[in-house]
């Protein structure tokens, strides 16, 4: 009889100490993930108020890193957009060296193409160059003018991109597809061409960046005027 109490006291004594012990190992367990009981050494007791405000917290901040990590995704191209000034047009500038008035200067890194003035001073236009694979640099000199260009791409570039194979005996010069635009001075080498142009483009998003096969391109309005004012013979540096 003594042993049957004995043992009710026991069970009594165990209800007392596991009883709780499970019951908050099942808090714990509900709140943090589908670990299995006795994971975390310490088991403490979490108000149901100060969880949801806990919660709330975490979404709050979830939400906030979400806006973040929208930000760091942005393509590159689209941030040096954003970061690009919005280009204002041709400005006479300071600018000083030792080739003659008229001489063209590109400086493939600034996007800029300078045109000598003389007495320290330069026309700058800004201007899209080769794209990576594309660069080059160099001296060379204007060989040939032509207005409305017939553009004939190059049977690498057909290769590249089959569709302009229909434009392999030459784009006439005046259609709106045509990307040479209005005006086109073609870059010699000695007496060959190097097949480098600085034209005009259907594309003026593109000033500013590096985005040709290597050709420099310019706004219409201003290759225009810059052809203009360019003899054949003109020197040519490109950086």
């Not at 806006?67 to 040096?80: H, L, Q, S, V, Y």
């Not at 193409?113 to 003389?118: A, M, N, P, Q, V």
Request: proline content about 6%.
């Amino acid at each position: 009889m003594f042993v049957r109490y004995l043992s009710v006291i026991t069970i009594m004594f165990a209800a007392l100490f596991v009883g709780p012990q499970t019951a908050e190992a099942k808090i714990h367990h509900y709140l943090f993930g589908t670990y299995e009981d006795g994971v975390y050494p310490a088991v403490k007791k979490i108000h149901h108020k100060k969880h949801h405000k806990y919660v709330k917290h975490l979404k709050a901040n979830h939400h906030i890193a979400k806006k973040k990590m929208a930000k760091k995704a942005k393509p590159a191209a689209t941030k040096a957009a954003e970061a690009r000034p919005a280009y204002q047009g041709r400005e006479e500038v300071q600018y000083t060296s030792q080739e003659k008035p008229g001489t063209l200067i590109i400086n493939t890194k600034e996007r800029a193409l300078y045109e000598i003035l003389g007495s320290g001073k330069a026309m700058r236009f800004m201007v899209a160059v080769g794209k990576e694979g594309f660069e080059w640099s160099g001296v060379a000199h204007v060989g040939l003018k032509r207005v409305n260009p017939t553009w004939t791409p190059p049977p690498e570039m057909i290769q590249r991109k089959p569709e302009y194979a229909k434009w392999a005996m030459g784009m006439p010069g005046g259609n709106p597809q045509n990307p040479l635009g209005p005006r086109a001075m073609y870059l010699f080498k000695g007496k060959y061409d190097t097949g480098f142009r600085i034209h005009g483009t259907i594309h003026p998003e593109s000033i500013g960046t590096a985005a040709s096969s290597g050709c420099i391109r310019m706004l219409n309005t201003e290759v225009i005027e810059l052809f203009q004012q360019t003899r054949v013979g003109t020197k040519v540096i490109v950086l």
